[in-house]
């Protein structure tokens, strides 16, 4: 692929280089002074189902309070976090930023609960995962080009969006599935953008529960990446606030594996010194990993979350209420496709021809998934909006 030289951040031999990418898979011009993986970040920026983020439920929904991460803040966090260890480690800033603003565009509204769902009313026709759909989304659902469908994005940026895959998906997916085939990596940046994501959801996550009440400080202490930076600002700061506190912590933590993060990746790229990402790819483990040390701590944080705010009975309690409105708008619209809006009700029209009932089942299930939360709240309580 040629690029203007420009813009290329000089980046090591083991990242992402615009002059071996896989490429697009529609051929275009390169442009005039942007670099390709800057391109699929800005097309990802312009992109709707980007907009749509701001009112798609992390684990709040959006209407529980202003100060509540959202799926597109989350992913704000998680594309800082990424470029920051990015360029710690001498991998492609633009590439692993493209990659993290787009890792959620395939969510269903209200978060986990809702993607359940929606894999429920998509059993009989190969069910429905979110990872899958962010590829989708950025493959075919976004319409804003004459020549091609989609945002037509590079191969590594695509690599990057699919995380997980079946082997039953990846076989249906051409290059991007071969990985999961073959048991390869996929590039450093992909990998990095898949731990920015824990690092992110996993800190942030601790910060809403406490803003909600459903943590506690005390509680929380029994998890000992928590407890050493309680300890820690405790010992420097005798009369600080709770709100301070809670974020002097949290700011602790995510510094503390972020640190660990970098100095665990140096040490492993320098012990393998992969020359390529090809020969990154063909590394048996991910070379984007934290310490065994902390790899526990984050395990353990996560587990905590687990069991104490995601099955939280005010959380699971909307929860039910998501699930609710999701299959509710799935059975109106499989059994009438011709009630949702014209573009997706000719959709749902020329994929049944195609592929019958799974055709059209998946146009509907691509429609229910693109909503936000309040316009999903809006439909199903309003039949004929
Ligand atoms: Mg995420």
Redo the contacts with the bound molecule.
């Keep these: 692929m040629d690029s203007s030289s420009a813009n290329l951040q000089a980046v090591a031999p083991y990242a992402a280089h615009e002059s071996v990418s896989r490429g697009r898979r529609y051929t275009e011009q390169s442009h005039f002074y942007r670099g390709e993986y800057q391109r699929d970040r800005d097309r990802i920026i312009h992109s709707a189902a980007f907009r749509r983020l701001v009112y798609k439920t992390q684990v709040f929904v959006n209407h529980e309070g202003d100060h509540y991460r959202t799926?597109l803040t989350?992913?704000l966090e998680?594309a800082q976090i990424a470029r920051t260890v990015a360029v710690c480690l001498g991998l492609n800033e633009q590439l692993v930023e493209a990659i993290c603003l787009a890792?959620?565009l395939g969510h269903t509204p209200f978060g986990h609960a809702g993607q359940e769902a929606l894999n429920d009313c998509m059993e009989p026709w190969g069910g429905f995962e979110h990872n899958l759909q962010s590829l989708r989304v950025v493959d075919e659902l976004e319409h804003k080009y004459a020549d091609f469908p989609g945002l037509n994005l590079t191969f590594e940026t695509r690599e990057g969006i699919l995380k997980h895959c079946s082997k039953r998906n990846a076989r249906l997916l051409g290059a991007v599935g071969e990985r999961f085939l073959n048991r390869q990596q996929a590039g450093l940046e992909a990998q990095l953008a898949n731990l920015a994501?824990e690092i992110?959801?996993n800190n942030h996550d601790v910060d809403d529960g406490l803003r909600a009440g459903l943590l506690t400080i005390e509680e929380l202490c029994a998890v000992e990446l928590f407890r050493e930076q309680y300890e820690a600002v405790r010992r420097n700061h005798k009369m600080i606030d709770r709100r301070a506190l809670i974020h002097e912590i949290v700011r602790g933590m995510i510094n503390c594996v972020v640190t660990d993060l970098v100095d665990t990746c140096r040490e492993k790229l320098e012990k393998e010194n992969p020359l390529t990402i090809d020969a990154v790819r063909a590394v048996p483990q991910p070379l984007i990993q934290f310490s065994t040390r902390v790899s526990g701590q984050h395990r353990e944080l996560k587990r905590y979350l687990n069991q104490s705010l995601y099955q939280h009975e005010s959380v699971q309690r909307m929860s039910a209420q998501a699930s609710e409105v999701v299959t509710g708008l799935f059975e109106r619209f499989i059994s009438n496709p011709d009630t949702m809006p014209e573009e997706h009700a000719s959709r749902a029209g020329l994929w049944q021809q195609e592929s019958g009932d799974a055709g059209q089942a998946r146009a509907v299930a691509d429609y229910v998934a693109g909503m936000t939360d309040r316009y999903a709240f809006a439909v199903f309580e309003k039949p004929d909006k």
Excluded: G, I, Q
């Design positions: 799926r989350h992913s998680v890792h959620d994501d992110a959801y």
